[in-house]
């Protein structure tokens, strides 16, 4: 439609006159009406009593399905789009909370060329609206961007923020490769991509990014090395030499200062030989530290390591397998958090087996027979299952020792002899 300027607009109806269907459509328009964020589509004007029901929005070029053909060869171009919504999708938790039903047909490309989030209908404005509009047994939205606990009864309506955190993930996926994401198999992305990918999608929530503005800092790092190949290692070794100079001279740290130089670490990924040479220059003593106040970020430079020792240790010297077990093992009593320990039985595993090095497999089973808590052994367990292959040439030494019970399940899980 046009106004009297001649400008053209959207206009879009609820043309379906069901209660709740109707009672979702108000909502939408409410949603939306309390957005104001280039990244999200505004409404112009409504008019909810009239039949039908109706509101006003600028008109799009069309949604993010359409350039998703160009996208996937144009990895760069897709990270914008992507960018440009999760800033919408920031916005809209910042401001309403989970939107419950993003993906590509949910993003609209403006005529400025901006990128908007669409589509509020799901939305979850407050407990008490959500509950009266969602039924425990319903699960709404898209089912291939769905987290997996959406999809179980109630989880559209017990949906929180991290559900958003996964649909971004499956979308990005979409966009990358150009398949939909109902297996998600990253095997041809670029190894930062891949990672970024699998964290948002993480089965378990609480392995994903904590806020989709942290996802979208991934993406940022990695457009950096995109456009400045050399910007990582730069950065590391900056910092690096800031990090261990100020220890040197004063024998004080600057958890800012560590925190880059190890988010540097993720950005060396497109080298993984580098990042293996520049990861073991960080001194024990860093470890330590931020073993102690940076477990975030510790996790993520510990899985690149482990990406990068899953394709690059093969080739080094044997007795490099007992240097990662010797610092994993400190990084493993340095930490009290279960997902660093898990990470450390990891990289300790890969080395060990990959250069079949017996002093690093004793390091091995040192470290899974200090596993205690049911919190650790859950997370060194998912570590031993997703390594499995590697794991299988171990297991029959851990038939005859005593680990935690979590841990004996997954060597039970092996038939005796493999």
Known sequence: SRNSDGAEFALKYCTDNAPEALRRFAREVRAMGRVSHPNVVPVIDQDLEHNPPYFVMPVAIGS????????????????????????GVSAVHKIIGPHRDLKPHNTLRMTDNTVAVSDFGLVKIDPRDTTVLT???????TNLYMAPEQRMPGGSR??????????????LYHLLTGRFP??????????????????????????RYKTVDLLAEAVKDY??????????LRIFTERLEVVTNRLASEGKWAPAEVKVLLNAVRGLLEEPSVLIDEFDRI?????????????EDLIDALEAYCVALDEQVGGRAWSYAELVAAKMH???EYSAHPKVRALAVRATLIAAVDLNRFAAMDTLEELLLEVKSEQDA????????????RFKSQVERYRRVHLQRLLMDVVREFPKGT
Do not use: M
Not at 158 to 171: C, K, N, P, Q, R
């Open 158 to 171: 017990d949906a929180e923020h991290l559900v958003d955190v996964y649909s971004l993930g499956a979308t």
């Open 182 to 207: 109902a297996v998600i198999d990253t095997s041809d992305v670029p190894p930062v991509l891949s990672r970024i990918i699998k964290k948002a999608t993480a089965n378990v929530p609480g392995d």
């Open 64 to 87: 993010l399905d359409a350039e998703i053909p160009t996208f996937s060869t144009n990895h760069e171009a897709a990270l914008d789009a992507f960018l440009g919504l999760c800033d």
């Open 378 to 389: 859950s997370a060194v367990a998912d570590i031993l299952r997703e390594e499995n292959l």
């Open 283 to 295: 001194p024990d003593v860093i470890w330590e530290k931020a073993a102690k106040k940076l477990d």
């Open 330 to 332: 400190r990084v493993f």
């Open 135 to 141: 039924r425990t047994v319903d699960v709404l939205g």
């Open 223 to 232: 457009l950096r090395l995109l456009r400045n190949p050399k910007e990582p």
